[in-house]
C-alpha cells in the first residue's frame, strides 16, 4: 500500500464515520469537485494511480463530441444525488464507495475523473 493510499484512506475512514450523521458530506465535496474542478483532486488522482498496474485512462469515459465534459459532469451529479439520498440510511454508501475506490484503484475511476477534467488522459 503506498503513502498516498494510507492518507487517503484515513480521510476517508473520518468522511465515512462523519456519514453516519444526516447529511453526507462526502457527497458535498463530491458536487465541489464536479462543479469548481480543484487541482488538488486530480494530483490526488494522479498520484493514487501512479504506481498502479491497473491505470488505464483510456477511450471509456474520454471526452468527445458525443460526450463532453459538461455532459460526464451531469451524469456524475445525478449519482451523487441518488447516494446523498441513499446517505440518509444506517449506512454511510458514498464513503464505503470511497473506501473501495481507495483500496482498489479501479480503472473507471481514473477514466472518470479524466472525464470530469475534460482530459481524455494523462500521459505518465
Known amino acids: 500500500m503506498t503513502s498516498i493510499q494510507i492518507k487517503c484512506l484515513l480521510v476517508m475512514a473520518v468522511l465515512a464515520l462523519i456519514g453516519f450523521g444526516p447529511l453526507s458530506l462526502t457527497c458535498l465535496i463530491g458536487f465541489y469537485i464536479l462543479a469548481a474542478r480543484p487541482n488538488w483532486f486530480l494530483v490526488v488522482v494522479c498520484e493514487l494511480y501512479r504506481d498502479s498496474a491497473i491505470s488505464t485512462a483510456g477511450p471509456a469515459f474520454a471526452t468527445s463530441a458525443r460526450s463532453p465534459a459538461v455532459v460526464v459532469r451531469v451524469k456524475t ?33 481514473e477514466r472518470l475523473t479524466y472525464a470530469i477534467y475534460g482530459q481524455p488522459g494523462l500521459a505518465r
Request: charged content about 5%.
Open 77 to 109: 451529479a445525478v449519482i451523487l444525488l441518488t447516494l446523498l439520498i441513499l446517505d440518509i440510511a444506517p449506512v454511510p454508501v458514498t464513503g464505503t464507495i470511497g473506501l473501495f475506490v481507495i483500496l482498489t484503484r479501479p480503472a473507471w475511476f
